[in-house]
């Protein structure tokens, strides 16, 4: 496992990092007990980045990434959860509300400090509010000792930077934007870096769109970007490939972000995605699923309120 610097933080971490969604059920149901050990192949195949949320199965997932967790000496990962988003449509970014989440969350890990809190999809709250009240809240529990660092992440990049460039933030997190058939958030890259922001690229699969088994049936994408997928993935399967393999090798490889952050609740999947982002890209392969990912390039979707919140410009 290879490591690289989280921004101006002076923290490693894994280039693949363990999205912990999963452990909510958000992708379907599981057992506990696999899900505690995935979390345990993680650390055990190097990955020390963890990444969380109380919205993640209504705060379920925070609860078996705790369990999971017991016992492992503290140093050796990084955690990160969020604030600010509860459910599909409950969104409180207030000063009271992230403290209380925060102390919530430390109970649910069983930890007593976090290394990341990050504001849950901002675009669905007041930009210029959470910098200036749910930013300084948390920076309060960075003071206290609570909080390492802070963060904000989302879907509408124009939002992460418009809160970037007027915060003294340590990270963002954009999904779905660093992938075989999105690759908008390279664009804004040294907008991030030139403020010393650590950038976290999430969801290389495009929330399974780009797998063999392809998107669920909430995926927000429109039908012509989920049907060029699909596409994709029935021309590596005529290879004898996998689109998710190569879909987790081209966002790991070629973005130079800090982390790559993937889900799971299986450890074999965990296993599999250390080894693929080990082994070399197919370019032969590489170049066909672009050319067929082609008409639908950077092709993104509205996202709740993004399309009406674009402030900071194109990069």
Same mark, same amino acid.
């Given at each position: 496992?290879?490591?690289?610097?989280?921004?101006?933080?002076?923290?490693?971490?894994?280039?693949?990092?363990?999205?912990? *969604?999963?452990?909510?059920?958000?992708?379907? !149901?599981?057992?506990?007990?696999?899900?505690?050990?995935?979390? =345990?192949? !993680?650390?055990?195949?190097? $990955?020390?980045?963890?990444?969380?949320?109380?919205?993640?199965?209504?705060?379920?997932?925070? *609860?078996?990434?705790?369990?999971?967790?017991?016992? $492992?000496?503290?140093?050796?990962?990084?955690?990160?959860?969020?604030?600010?988003?509860?459910?599909?449509?409950?969104?409180?970014?207030?000063?009271?509300?992230?403290?209380?989440?925060?102390?919530?969350?430390?109970?649910?890990?069983?930890?007593?400090?976090?290394?990341?809190?990050?504001?849950?999809?901002?675009?669905?709250?007041?930009?210029?509010? $959470?910098?200036?009240?749910?930013?300084?809240?948390?920076?309060?529990?960075?003071?206290?000792?609570?909080?390492?660092?802070?963060?904000?992440?989302?879907?509408?990049?124009?939002?992460?930077?418009?809160?970037?460039?007027?915060?003294?933030?340590?990270?963002?997190?954009?999904?779905?934007?660093?992938?075989?058939?999105?690759?908008? +958030?390279?664009?804004?890259?040294?907008?991030?870096?030139?403020?010393?922001?650590?950038?976290?690229?999430?969801?290389?699969?495009?929330?399974?769109?780009?797998? %063999?088994?392809?998107?669920?049936?909430? =995926?927000?994408?429109?039908? %012509?970007?989920?049907?060029?997928?699909?596409?994709? !993935?029935?021309?590596?399967?005529?290879?004898?490939?996998?689109?998710?393999?190569?879909?987790?090798?081209? %966002?790991?490889?070629?973005?130079?972000? *800090?982390?790559?952050?993937?889900?799971?609740?299986?450890?074999?999947?965990?296993?599999?995605?250390?080894?693929?982002?080990?082994?070399?890209?197919?370019?032969? +392969?590489?170049?066909?699923?672009?050319?067929? +990912?082609? *008409?639908?390039?950077?092709?993104?979707?509205?996202?709740?309120?993004?399309?009406?919140?674009?402030?900071?410009?194109?990069?």
């Amino acid at each position: 496992m290879r490591y690289r610097a989280l921004g101006r933080t002076g923290l490693q971490i894994s280039e693949l990092g363990f999205g912990a *969604s999963p452990l909510g059920a958000v992708y379907g !149901a599981f057992a506990r007990q696999d899900g505690v050990a995935t979390v =345990h192949a !993680a650390l055990e195949s190097g $990955i020390n980045f963890f990444d969380v949320s109380p919205y993640y199965g209504a705060t379920s997932a925070e *609860s078996v990434l705790g369990a999971a967790l017991h016992g $492992i000496e503290r140093s050796t990962y990084v955690l990160a959860t969020k604030v600010g988003r509860y459910g599909d449509t409950e969104f409180d970014f207030s000063a009271e509300r992230v403290k209380r989440s925060v102390h919530e969350s430390l109970r649910r890990l069983g930890t007593d400090h976090l290394d990341l809190a990050q504001c849950h999809d901002i675009e669905f709250g007041d930009l210029d509010r $959470i910098i200036e009240e749910t930013l300084p809240a948390l920076r309060e529990l960075q003071d206290a000792g609570t909080v390492r660092l802070i963060g904000v992440t989302g879907y509408p990049l124009p939002a992460l930077a418009y809160v970037a460039q007027r915060a003294d933030i340590d990270t963002i997190m954009s999904y779905c934007q660093y992938t075989l058939q999105d690759r908008r +958030l390279a664009a804004w890259r040294e907008r991030f870096a030139e403020r010393g922001v650590g950038i976290l690229n999430a969801s290389p699969l495009a929330m399974g769109a780009l797998t %063999s088994r392809g998107a669920p049936p909430w =995926h927000p994408a429109s039908a %012509s970007v989920l049907e060029r997928c699909a596409a994709a !993935a029935a021309l590596c399967r005529e290879r004898g490939a996998d689109l998710a393999k190569l879909a987790l090798q081209y %966002s790991v490889s070629g973005g130079g972000f *800090s982390s790559t952050v993937v889900g799971s609740a299986d450890p074999a999947n965990v296993h599999r995605n250390v080894r693929w982002i080990g082994e070399p890209i197919d370019q032969s +392969l590489l170049a066909d699923v672009e050319s067929c +990912l082609a *008409s639908v390039r950077e092709q993104g979707w509205i996202n709740g309120r993004a399309e009406n919140q674009q402030p900071g410009g194109e990069p």
